[in-house]
């Protein structure tokens, strides 16, 4: 829950500058005009610094980051998943 | 090259005296050398005169000979030396060698129609003594501006809004339309302008208000004939008649009794244009140049190349972002209108240089990606049709990676970001398919509006508006042309050709002339097949061939990269900090009224933190703070010399 809330905070803050609305949980970023197309570069920082996800290329689509549920669960399975060892 | 005004009494009635003065005062800056001013009853001209041809006669306003006409002119005629030869030879009898004089015989010969003879950029207003009647113009594409508004008893014109606010009945209002077609195309669509009851003459018309009434037609317009007889011809014989056209264009643009130098920008354009007029004067040109720290923007390197393979003499002005930061109030004071880019403050910087140098007229090579084909909106137009075609490849989108490489923000995208951006909608694209992404990112600004803006738009929408001014011929072109309408008979006029043309370098009085702008050469892009334009995704194909030989090859070569400069970062500087502070505080959002306090103060602090910012937040903040700018300046009549008098540190180096 403390991943979601944290999502949450940021995509308000950044993204909406505040202006909360009635966001939800499970709304498109792109169809909702949330997240304009270069500002995903700003979610996939926030993703790497705050919660060192390694994200490859491959990851970077709208089924896994366009809403807080599709984030909240890319971000929870990462931290879930033991860390490859090679 | 000069500033006009003038004010007509709708009733008959005498007008205030001292009014055509009191606003031909407000900008003098643009015609520094002389001022002039003719009131009969119920008309007033005022003239600012910046004096290029025929320096000891073309005295304005000026009368004819029977003194039945008088004309106030802001710009150049340059085929003035042939009208005037034709109408020698007609039995006119001229008291100038100026082409002023030019306009005043061609419209007692032709009346209203003069305009279609004449090659040049203008904006004049005519008072006809005899049928009581004032006629005004301007040219095709809107090289130079006309601003106009009424009054209970008065109609008022001028090249600058400013000169029209100096008449105290004047309302100094914002018109919230204007503002939303700010914030979505990047300018206004004449003939509004972002004041309400104030508007501009659209390019390419004309105008006249006779006996109280007033009547606006167009006397020219954009027509594109991609399969007309022109296409047959080989590539080889379109590229010599470019270069003859485009020699001739600058060969009239010459014409002066003062010397001409030249913008060199490091690309293809000002490049070819300098090398054309290389050619054509004999002697050693100066050419001017505006270079950044940022790699991002600069192109130096080519300016220089440029420079020294046509042996010009260079002049460069290094603009670093405290400059724009200082110079932006004051760029806002001359552009009028909120902007979404820094862009014009960088020009302002170089125009000073100009001047500093003795200079008043310079060769640009603006209009060229309009015509020619150049800009990547094109390529990205071509793109995406060729997508639409097969919506379910995956290789095709592939090619969107070749689009903006000057850009990183698009450049880092993930593919499917990327691919979601220039998304295509299968069902109907619309007429505006070649710029909905990009209007769709710019409208994303709008996020900042005020409760009250929002109330006040209500259902309005810009993209609406625009469809209501398209011509019916619009639909019948390709995606392709109708992108180069879009940019050609808007963004240009409304944006390049006023922010950051004539009113950057007017600000410094000096005068830009653009060979790629002659209608002659407009007309002749127009017939072009596309594949002239673009071979595949080689931008300006036809110029590229033309240009061949003239310029250095690096230059001929290198990749397409619009002039840009930085933009929201140069508010973090000192020199903005003072007038960022006061703009920028809750209050004064809030007290005029445009944005939302909360979510501006939360941006500029995102700005401020360092962390990477979106195409959308900086031109957010830019549009923030000049749309204060403008408030600030014009409605609340404060200058912009409260906070910050010094001009721009200018670094001149000559090479």
Same mark, same amino acid.
């Given at each position: 829950?403390?991943?979601?809330?944290?999502?949450?905070?940021?995509?308000?803050?950044?993204?909406?500058?505040?202006?909360?609305?009635?966001?939800?949980?499970?709304?498109?970023?792109?169809?909702?005009?949330?997240?304009?197309?270069?500002?995903?570069?700003?979610?996939?920082?926030?993703?790497?610094?705050?919660?060192?996800?390694?994200?490859?290329?491959?990851?970077?689509?709208?089924?896994?980051?366009?809403?807080?549920?599709?984030?909240?669960?890319?971000?929870?399975?990462?931290?879930?998943?033991?860390?490859?060892?090679? | 090259?000069?500033?006009?005004?003038?004010?007509?009494?709708?009733?008959?009635?005498?007008?205030?005296?001292?009014?055509?003065?009191?606003?031909?005062?407000?900008?003098?800056?643009?015609?520094?050398?002389?001022?002039?001013?003719?009131?009969?009853?119920?008309?007033?001209?005022?003239?600012?005169?910046?004096?290029?041809?025929?320096?000891?006669?073309?005295?304005?306003?000026?009368?004819?000979?029977?003194?039945?006409?008088?004309?106030?002119?802001?710009?150049?005629?340059?085929?003035?030396?042939?009208?005037?030869?034709?109408?020698?030879?007609?039995?006119?009898?001229?008291?100038?060698?100026?082409?002023?004089?030019?306009?005043?015989?061609?419209?007692?010969?032709?009346?209203?129609?003069?305009?279609?003879?004449?090659?040049?950029?203008? $904006?004049?207003?005519?008072?006809?003594?005899?049928?009581?009647?004032?006629?005004?113009?301007?040219?095709?594409?809107?090289?130079?501006?006309?601003?106009?508004?009424?009054?209970?008893?008065?109609?008022?014109?001028?090249?600058?809004?400013?000169?029209?606010?100096?008449?105290?009945?004047?309302?100094?209002?914002?018109?919230?339309?204007?503002?939303?077609?700010?914030?979505?195309?990047?300018?206004?669509?004449?003939?509004?302008?972002?004041?309400?009851?104030?508007?501009?003459?659209?390019?390419?018309?004309?105008?006249?208000?006779?006996?109280?009434?007033?009547?606006?037609?167009?006397?020219?317009?954009?027509?594109?004939?991609?399969?007309?007889?022109?296409?047959?011809?080989?590539?080889?014989?379109?590229?010599?008649?470019?270069?003859?056209?485009?020699?001739? $264009?600058?060969?009239?643009?010459?014409?002066?009794?003062?010397?001409?130098?030249?913008?060199?920008?490091?690309?293809?354009?000002?490049?070819?244009?300098?090398?054309?007029?290389?050619?054509?004067?004999?002697?050693?040109?100066?050419?001017?140049?505006?270079?950044?720290?940022?790699?991002?923007?600069?192109?130096?390197?080519?300016?220089?190349?440029?420079?020294?393979?046509?042996?010009?003499?260079?002049?460069?002005?290094?603009?670093?972002?405290?400059?724009?930061?200082?110079?932006?109030?004051?760029?806002?004071?001359? $552009?009028?209108?909120?902007?979404?880019?820094?862009?014009?403050?960088?020009?302002?910087?170089?125009?000073?240089?100009?001047?500093?140098?003795?200079?008043?007229?310079?060769?640009?090579?603006?209009?060229?990606?309009?015509?020619?084909?150049?800009?990547?909106?094109?390529?990205?137009?071509?793109?995406?049709?060729?997508?639409?075609?097969?919506?379910?490849?995956?290789?095709?989108?592939?090619?969107?990676?070749?689009?903006?490489?000057?850009?990183?923000?698009?450049?880092?995208?993930?593919?499917?970001?990327?691919?979601?951006?220039?998304?295509?909608?299968?069902?109907?694209?619309?007429?505006?398919?070649?710029?909905?992404?990009?209007?769709?990112?710019?409208?994303?600004?709008?996020?900042?509006?005020?409760?009250?803006?929002?109330?006040?738009?209500?259902?309005?929408?810009?993209?609406?508006?625009?469809?209501?001014?398209?011509?019916?011929?619009?639909?019948?072109?390709?995606?392709?042309?109708?992108?180069?309408?879009?940019?050609?008979?808007?963004?240009?006029?409304?944006?390049?050709?006023?922010?950051?043309?004539?009113?950057?370098?007017?600000?410094?009085?000096?005068?830009?002339?653009?060979?790629?702008?002659?209608?002659?050469?407009?007309?002749?892009?127009?017939?072009?097949?596309?594949?002239?334009?673009?071979?595949?995704?080689?931008?300006?194909?036809?110029?590229?061939?033309?240009?061949?030989?003239?310029?250095?090859?690096?230059?001929?070569?290198?990749?397409?990269?619009?002039?840009?400069?930085?933009?929201?970062?140069?508010?973090?500087?000192?020199? $903005?900090?003072?007038?960022?502070?006061?703009?920028?505080?809750?209050?004064?959002?809030?007290?005029?009224?445009?944005?939302?306090?909360?979510?501006?103060?939360?941006?500029?602090?995102?700005?401020?933190?360092?962390?990477?910012?979106?195409?959308?937040?900086?031109?957010?903040?830019?549009?923030?703070?000049?749309?204060?700018?403008?408030?600030?300046?014009?409605?609340?009549?404060?200058?912009?010399?409260?906070?910050?008098?010094?001009?721009?540190?200018?670094?001149?180096?000559?090479?």
């Amino acid at each position: 829950m403390q991943i979601r809330q944290e999502l949450r905070q940021f995509v308000i803050d950044n993204f909406l500058f505040g202006r909360e609305g009635d966001l939800k949980d499970d709304a498109s970023f792109l169809e909702n005009g949330i997240i304009d197309s270069t500002g995903v570069l700003e979610l996939i920082a926030f993703l790497e610094e705050r919660f060192g996800l390694e994200l490859a290329e491959t990851d970077l689509t709208p089924e896994n980051l366009d809403s807080i549920d599709k984030v909240a669960r890319l971000v929870e399975s990462r931290l879930a998943a033991p860390k490859e060892v090679t | 090259m000069c500033g006009i005004c003038g004010v007509v009494n709708l009733k008959g009635a005498p007008i205030d005296p001292d009014l055509p003065a009191q606003m031909i005062s407000q900008i003098r800056h643009r015609g520094p050398d002389e001022v002039g001013v003719y009131v009969d009853s119920q008309v007033g001209f005022g003239h600012a005169r910046l004096s290029i041809i025929d320096l000891s006669g073309g005295h304005q306003p000026m009368p004819d000979s029977q003194r039945s006409l008088w004309i106030t002119f802001n710009g150049e005629i340059f085929n003035y030396v042939e009208l005037t030869e034709e109408l020698i030879r007609k039995g006119h009898q001229f008291a100038t060698h100026c082409d002023t004089e030019v306009i005043l015989h061609l419209y007692q010969e032709e009346g209203e129609r003069c305009v279609e003879r004449l090659n040049g950029q203008w $904006a004049f207003a005519i008072w006809d003594t005899t049928q009581q009647k004032l006629f005004l113009s301007r040219d095709r594409l809107g090289v130079r501006p006309l601003f106009y508004t009424q009054t209970p008893d008065n109609l008022l014109f001028a090249s600058e809004i400013k000169a029209l606010l100096a008449c105290p009945e004047v309302k100094r209002e914002i018109d919230l339309h204007a503002l939303d077609q700010i914030f979505t195309f990047w300018a206004t669509l004449a003939p509004r302008t972002p004041f309400k009851n104030i508007w501009q003459l659209p390019p390419g018309h004309s105008m006249v208000v006779e006996r109280g009434q007033v009547r606006v037609w167009p006397y020219w317009h954009l027509e594109y004939a991609p399969d007309s007889e022109l296409g047959q011809g080989s590539e080889e014989k379109l590229a010599d008649e470019l270069l003859a056209l485009m020699l001739d $264009a600058t060969r009239i643009r010459l014409r002066a009794d003062v010397p001409v130098g030249a913008y060199l920008s490091g690309g293809l354009d000002s490049t070819f244009v300098t090398a054309l007029a290389k050619k054509l004067v004999g002697h050693r040109l100066k050419t001017f140049s505006v270079s950044f720290d940022d790699p991002q923007f600069d192109e130096g390197a080519y300016q220089r190349e440029a420079a020294a393979f046509l042996g010009t003499e260079h002049y460069d002005v290094h603009c670093v972002n405290d400059d724009i930061a200082r110079v932006f109030p004051e760029v806002i004071w001359h $552009a009028e209108q909120p902007i979404l880019r820094t862009a014009p403050a960088p020009l302002f910087v170089l125009s000073k240089l100009v001047r500093d140098n003795g200079f008043k007229v310079v060769l640009t090579g603006e209009g060229s990606d309009e015509t020619m084909g150049g800009y990547d909106i094109f390529k990205e137009t071509k793109i995406r049709c060729f997508w639409q075609r097969e919506p379910h490849s995956t290789k095709r989108p592939l090619l969107l990676r070749r689009l903006y490489p000057y850009m990183d923000g698009i450049q880092q995208q993930p593919s499917a970001y990327l691919e979601s951006f220039f998304r295509i909608d299968e069902q109907s694209p619309g007429p505006f398919f070649s710029h909905l992404p990009r209007w769709q990112l710019t409208a994303r600004a709008k996020l900042f509006f005020s409760a009250a803006v929002k109330s006040g738009l209500g259902a309005y929408n810009a993209m609406d508006e625009l469809q209501g001014l398209l011509p019916e011929r619009y639909n019948s072109w390709e995606a392709f042309l109708q992108a180069q309408f879009l940019e050609t008979n808007y963004l240009l006029p409304g944006y390049i050709l006023s922010s950051q043309g004539d009113r950057m370098a007017m600000a410094h009085a000096v005068e830009g002339r653009f060979p790629f702008l002659d209608y002659r050469v407009v007309e002749f892009a127009s017939k072009l097949p596309i594949r002239m334009k673009m071979k595949v995704l080689q931008e300006k194909y036809l110029l590229k061939r033309c240009a061949e030989g003239l310029i250095p090859r690096s230059v001929q070569s290198r990749p397409k990269q619009p002039y840009r400069a930085p933009d929201a970062l140069c508010f973090l500087e000192p020199a $903005a900090r003072e007038y960022v502070d006061e703009l920028l505080s809750s209050d004064c959002i809030g007290r005029y009224g445009m944005f939302e306090p909360g979510p501006v103060a939360k941006l500029f602090e995102k700005v401020r933190s360092g962390r990477p910012i979106s195409v959308r937040d900086n031109m957010a903040l830019v549009g923030i703070i000049s749309t204060q700018l403008v408030i600030h300046q014009f409605v609340n009549q404060v200058s912009w010399r409260s906070w910050n008098a010094d001009q721009a540190r200018v670094e001149t180096v000559r090479h």
